[in-house]
């Protein structure tokens, strides 16, 4: 059993930045792929990025390539999403996941964190 919890999340103003990090209970957290996603209010939970059991892959939505970054350090069970150029439709609880699969969808994944509210405020 893996066990997620999210931290790093917060309120910010259009433009800024934030890091939210990710930490793993267990010795087998680099046997997963790890994936961050998100939901606005009144919308269902999307996709924002993974990345692959050693870090060394990586895949972004559209909607922030180039201002959010994923990476993960094994050696600490930790996975980060660094959030850059902050817009308000990025405000959303964020959660990380973990899953065997290389996947996009929800439903690939077999452990989910509390989820950490990110705010941008215009």
């Known amino acids: 059993q893996v066990q997620l919890v999210e931290s790093g999340g917060g309120l910010v103003q259009a433009g800024g930045s934030l890091r939210l990090s990710c930490v793993a209970s267990g010795r087998t957290f680099s046997r997963y792929v790890m994936g961050w996603f998100r939901q606005a209010p009144g919308k269902e939970r999307e996709f924002v990025a993974l990345v692959g059991r050693s870090g060394g892959s990586t895949y972004n939505v559209d909607s922030v390539k180039g201002r959010f970054t994923i990476s993960r350090d094994n050696a600490k069970n930790t996975v980060y999403l660094q959030m850059n150029n902050l817009k308000p439709e990025d405000t959303a609880v964020y959660y990380c996941?973990?899953?065997?699969?290389?996947?996009?969808?929800?439903?690939?994944?077999?452990?989910w964190g509390q989820g950490t509210q990110v705010t941008v405020s215009s």
């Open positions: 996941a973990a899953s065997m699969a290389h996947a996009m969808s929800d439903t690939e994944y077999e452990h």
